[in-house]
């Protein structure tokens, strides 16, 4: 079968119109480490570079050699030839926070910053922290701090999530129960419950009953607080979409070399397509490779059978089994990465191989930067 074209991480980097790389994939792929060792390595080659990972998991920070990552990025290297890696970690009610203060009057901010649905809403509420990421991304890209922003995606069902999200808000925010609700302050400050039972008495009252009236008033009052900001939520969503659309993004695929991850990953080339957006290429992690590839698993197996007929060496044979397994384990992975390419032929790809032992600090990420640039 045809090689695919090798993904060429280094001149994705050394490309100063390159602006925001993102790492999309299935949870537990190696997202996180890929996006903090390509900020290394774009340090490294003189890029002053942020990693943003969204990821509840500390293994960023540790890998990083910091105690813990906040909303504020950090300094973790700052390289000879002027390159430098920040990096900071997604604080979604933070981030919420901090848009509420910045586009509403003080007052407004109080009503809303104390309001428990608010309170509800910017810590749990479905979407809201894919929502924050666009949010913080476009922040970043404003400040124009950094001249590289590598965002590590959230960890969701599905980790483009992060694209739909603003839709989902906003839908929330516009849904005819949340439209109820915010009508008395546009009808002229007519209470809540005499414009509900006015034209939808069973439907305040079974509220009412359900929800309790305070419930319903804390409900009210924060969404005709936030109903004067939220415009502006969406102008920098609908930006920030057009930002990751632009040619200056680059978007990358992590996947394992295993069947759900790389059906996930067609799903995100495929999406990402849709939504065209600039694809870099595919990356597949902890593929698994022997120095004796030449040894096929069937010739090791039948060599082990022979010596344990025999009773002899059975150190050898234990080996030649654990080869064979190995090789085995290596054509199906082989497999797997040949059914993505055969259904996406074009798509770049860089395979890294598996580590001994999982990366803790700034020297296997840097190893890891040296395997994706040499794939």
Known sequence: MKEPARLDIDAILDDRGTRIIVCCGAGGVGKTTTAAALGLRAAERGRCAVVLTVDPARRLAQSMGLTELDNTPRLVQEEAGGGQLFAMML????????????HADPERARQILSNPFYQSLSSSFSGTQEYMAMEKLGQLRRSDEWDLIVVDT????????????????GRFLDGRFIRLLTAPAKAGGRSAFKLLNAGFGLMAGALTKLLGAQVIKDLQTFVSALDAVFGGFRQRAEMTYRLLQ??????????APERDAMREASY????LAEER????????????????????????????EDLESRGEHELTAAVLRLHAGRMQLAAREGREREHFVSAHPTVPVA?????????????????????LASA
């Open 351 to 371: 395979k890294v191989r598996a580590m001994s032992e999982d990366v803790h600090d700034l020297a296997g990420l840097r190893q890891i930067g040296e395997l």
């Open 246 to 255: 632009a040619p200056g993004t680059a978007f990358v695929v992590v996947a």
């Open 154 to 169: 959230p960890p969701s069902r599905s980790a483009l999530d992060f694209l739909d999200a603003p839709e989902r808000l």
């Open 91 to 102: 604080d979604m009610k933070r981030t919420f926070d901090e848009i509420i203060e910045a």
């Open 277 to 304: 957006m600039p694809l870099a290429g595919l990356v597949v992690n902890r593929v698994h490779t022997s120095p004796a590839a030449a040894l096929s698993a069937a010739r090791s197996t039948a060599a082990a």
């Open 268 to 271: 995100f080339v495929e999406r």
